[in-house]
């Protein structure tokens, strides 16, 4: 399956932390800040004067992003995607 975001919402799928020390499992209890990779942007954000704007994220960027009620997630194959925004995004890690 193949998303075509519109404007400026981005689809994202989760990466999984690696949450071993030593061999031994701790688990994240904190769930808020996830770590994704953007795999489709939209053209870009339109300003009030009906210009475009291309996004900061590009295809392929990790990023750092808040998991609340306002994102929409949807699960396809066993892969949850992420539908937000550029502004949603908390961070691009380098």
Do not use: A, C, W
């Not at 939209?42 to 808040?66: Q, T």
């Amino acid at each position: 399956m193949e998303f075509f975001p519109l404007y400026d919402k981005i689809v994202v799928i989760k990466l999984e932390e690696n949450n071993k020390i030593g061999g031994i499992y701790i688990p994240n209890n904190d769930n808020s800040i996830l770590k994704g990779k953007v795999i489709k942007t939209g053209i870009g954000r339109i300003s009030s004067d009906g210009k475009i704007h291309s996004l900061i994220v590009k295809e392929n960027d990790l990023i750092l992003f808040k998991n609340n009620f306002n994102i929409d997630n949807y699960k396809y194959n066993n892969i949850e995607y992420f539908f937000l925004k550029e502004s949603e995004i908390i961070s691009i890690i380098k």
